[in-house]
């Protein structure tokens, strides 16, 4: 017996486990409460030199629309931090 139902909403991969080895081989995963996810801040402030992360793997709102703002934001600040590294700084960078 199969029964169909409408639904304006749906989250694929709702309650999914993040794929979190990298970061708890290096120790970045946050306290026991997040599920095994790394910080919230992960995104934007980097957790050692040149690694950022977006998505699952970071606490908080597990949603494609967040998961792609913070890979843009992430993208950004390594792109700074690889352009820094070769000696290039940005304008509005001090």
């Known amino acids: 017996m199969s029964r169909s139902r409408a639904a304006s909403i749906f989250y694929p991969a709702f309650g999914s486990r993040p794929r979190n080895e990298l970061a708890a081989a290096l120790g970045l995963l946050a ?3 997040d599920a095994g996810c790394m910080p919230f801040h992960a995104f934007s402030d980097g957790l050692l030199p040149g690694l950022y992360a977006a998505g699952d793997v970071v606490a908080g709102l597990d949603q494609i629309s967040v998961a792609m703002g913070q ?3 992430a993208a950004t600040r390594l792109h700074n931090w690889l352009r820094e590294a070769e000696g290039h700084l940005m304008a509005d960078q001090d």
Do not use: K, Q, V
Request: proline residues 0%; hydrophobic residues 50%; aromatic residues 0%.
């Open 71 to 73: 890979g843009a934001m």
């Open 31 to 33: 306290d026991d409460a």
